[in-house]
């Protein structure tokens, strides 16, 4: 398993932009394929983009297709989700994760705070 810690969260008025990061350790970032997620209030927890190992296939949830990219810098153990056009929907304590190749998401951040205001 990987040990992650997300920065970049913050208070953010709609239409407004952030940047997560994604900082690794334990295992070579290389080997694994990451993810974020994002969790609001009594809400469960929802899938909101992933990334390959590679870095050449990302997913990406509906509601943020078109607003966030997911890349990563495996020399740099690293993953980040740029965030533009930010909607108070968006509102939510985002976590990243991560899992082997073949395997399932199996290391979690603790999650950074995204606030956005109408």
């Known amino acids: 398993q990987v040990h992650l810690v997300e920065s970049g969260g913050g208070l953010v008025q709609a239409g407004g932009s952030l940047r997560l990061s994604c900082a690794a350790s334990?295992?070579?970032?290389?080997?694994?394929?990451m993810g974020w997620f994002r969790q609001a209030p009594g809400k469960e927890r929802e899938f909101v983009a992933g990334i390959s190992w590679s870095g050449i296939s990302t997913n990406y949830v509906d509601a943020v297709k078109g607003r966030f990219t997911i890349s990563r810098d495996n020399a740099k153990n690293t993953g980040y989700l740029q965030m533009i056009s930010l909607k108070p929907e968006d509102t939510a304590v985002y976590y990243c994760a991560a899992g082997p190749v073949g395997g399932k998401y199996d290391s979690w951040g603790q999650g950074t705070q995204v606030t956005v205001s109408s």
């Open positions: 334990g295992r070579t970032f290389r080997n694994y394929y």
